[in-house]
């Protein structure tokens, strides 16, 4: 039986090692998930909310522990990690109490919405408690029961949040095959419907294998966003949110800001003050440490990566603005950058691909219109950021970026209210928000 471990990526130490499960295993929990489906479906909107809110409390009550093994496991500061955990609880929170509403929406004088199934949920490590909840929770709002696959790095975490889950009603659980059983399940006769965060190759393979069969997906695959400043912004508030946006989580995180672009009247006033706020920022040390951070890329084949695209993108000294260097390195650290992307061909991977790490690349624009063009030049369209307080400015920038979240004034974040989904190759489908509750329903006619 093939195993495999966690490591630490801030010590490189090894923290426990499991065996993947076999298919019979694997089938036997989806099975099992089918039979709890033919029950929850049925269960009155009370009840859901009431396990719903047992879970927010359970969460809760084991908020240190849940924190430390996602610091410990991925090598996210703790101070970001009780953060994530806390938006967890809230997210239980709310859909409790908005189960009422989601019901209504489930009929109306032409038909009906039914749940549709056991939903698979294939999971990444960036936020491995995060992603979990917010597919497990819409889903199970409407009816579902859910699967999770989680990646192998985050495992301890999946398995913390199904002890957290109220025992009444078995509606979640884990499950972790390989690579190739993960595909072959989303064939399985009981799996109904897949949600997937990740890569956009992987995604396009789900894609694929869910739609020869028929079933519904939803698909979040990251993103290149664009962070717009023009002149007329705050720039001191714009700069330091982009600074937290880009290095927060190490920069691995799909809607964090990536691609900067300043108002040409006013870039070397931002470049001199992102490089500031930055140095003010980082501070790399042990994940668990409160004054931590940043922390390691995840995973040693995240970092190498990381490099491999750097190196690609054969950067000259001119180009580096700004490079981060801790007292002591430790782990899967890569050194955070600020780099200006103004003399750099268009077609350099730091602008055409996306770059899940701790690199910030800066350009400029001419006008509104060069701004724009700027912004959407790329094959994402996952979220953008704008900071102006002109209307027009505004205005236009909603009208014509080319992204399915878009924040004023702020970084762009996911919200329990606000359907949440990309546009392009930033995938498709919406989660959170009532929206992203009926995302796995489907809808009878009635004539």
């Known amino acids: 039986m093939r195993e495999f471990k966690i490591i630490n990526p801030y010590s490189c130490d090894e923290l426990a090692t499991f065996n993947f499960e076999t298919t019979d295993?694997?089938?036997?929990?989806?099975?099992?998930?089918?039979?709890?489906?033919?029950?929850?479906?049925?269960?009155?909107?009370?009840?859901?909310?009431?396990?719903?809110?047992?879970?927010?409390?359970?969460?809760?009550?084991?908020?240190?522990?849940?924190?430390?093994?996602?610091?410990?496991?991925?090598?996210?500061?703790?101070?970001?990690?009780?953060?994530?955990?806390?938006?967890?609880?809230?997210?239980?929170?709310?859909?409790?109490?908005?189960?009422?509403?989601?019901?209504?929406?489930?009929?109306?004088?032409?038909?009906?919405?039914?749940?549709?199934?056991?939903?698979?949920?294939?999971?990444?490590?960036?936020?491995?408690?995060?992603?979990?909840?917010?597919?497990?929770?819409?889903?199970?709002?409407?009816?579902?029961?859910?699967?999770?696959?989680?990646?192998?790095?985050?495992?301890?975490?999946?398995?913390?949040?199904?002890?957290?889950?109220?025992?009444?009603?078995?509606?979640?659980?884990?499950?972790?095959?390989?690579?190739?059983?993960?595909?072959?399940?989303?064939?399985?006769?009981?799996?109904?419907?897949?949600?997937?965060?990740?890569?956009?190759?992987?995604?396009?393979?789900?894609?694929?294998?869910?739609?020869?069969?028929?079933?519904?997906?939803?698909?979040?695959?990251?993103?290149?966003?664009?962070?717009?400043?023009?002149?007329?912004?705050?720039l001191d508030k714009a700069i330091e949110a982009a600074v937290s946006s880009r290095f927060s989580n190490a920069g691995q995180t799909c809607i964090s800001a990536k691609r900067f672009l300043f108002d040409s009247t006013i870039f070397d006033e931002a470049i001199a003050l992102f490089k500031q706020k930055t140095q003010q920022f980082l501070n790399f040390n042990n994940p668990i440490n409160n004054t931590t951070t940043i922390g390691p890329m995840a995973r040693q084949n995240l970092k190498e990566t990381l490099l491999e695209q750097l190196n690609r993108a054969t950067l000259e000294p001119h180009h580096i603005i700004f490079n981060y260097t801790p007292q002591q390195e430790s782990g899967f650290f890569v050194n955070p950058l600020i780099v200006d992307a103004r003399s750099l061909q268009s077609n350099n991977p730091l602008l055409t691909e996306e770059v899940f790490g701790p690199i910030a690349v800066c350009d400029s624009f001419n006008s509104l219109e060069n701004g724009i063009e700027k912004a959407n030049n790329t094959t994402f369209g996952l979220g953008a950021s704008i900071w102006s307080d002109n209307k027009t400015i505004i205005n236009t920038c909603i009208n014509k970026i080319d992204c399915g979240n878009l924040a004023i004034n702020k970084p762009v974040h996911s919200a329990f209210n606000i359907p949440f989904g990309g546009w392009k190759q930033s995938g498709i489908g919406v989660e959170l928000g009532i929206d992203g509750a009926l995302s796995f329903t489907r809808f009878k006619g009635i004539q």
């Open 25 to 234: 295993q694997c089938q036997s929990t989806i099975k099992k998930l089918q039979t709890t489906f033919l029950d929850w479906k049925e269960t009155p909107h009370k009840t859901k909310s009431k396990w719903l809110n047992e879970l927010g409390e359970s969460i809760q009550n084991n908020k240190q522990q849940l924190a430390k093994l996602i610091s410990s496991d991925m090598g996210k500061p703790i101070t970001e990690s009780l953060k994530e955990v806390q938006k967890c609880i809230e997210c239980c929170y709310f859909y409790a109490e908005k189960l009422p509403t989601i019901e209504s929406r489930l009929s109306d004088e032409n038909g009906f919405r039914s749940p549709i199934g056991v939903v698979l949920g294939i999971m990444p490590w960036n936020f491995p408690l995060w992603q979990l909840i917010r597919f497990i929770v819409p889903a199970i709002s409407v009816g579902n029961t859910c699967v999770i696959k989680p990646a192998f790095n985050t495992y301890r975490v999946a398995l913390e949040l199904i002890k957290c889950c109220p025992k009444d009603h078995p509606i979640i659980d884990c499950i972790i095959p390989t690579d190739t059983d993960a595909s072959a399940l989303i064939s399985h006769h009981n799996i109904a419907g897949v949600s997937f965060t990740g890569s956009v190759p992987v995604g396009q393979k789900i894609g694929q294998l869910a739609g020869s069969q028929f079933k519904p997906c939803v698909l979040e695959l990251g993103g290149s966003d664009p962070f717009l400043i023009f002149k007329d912004a705050n």
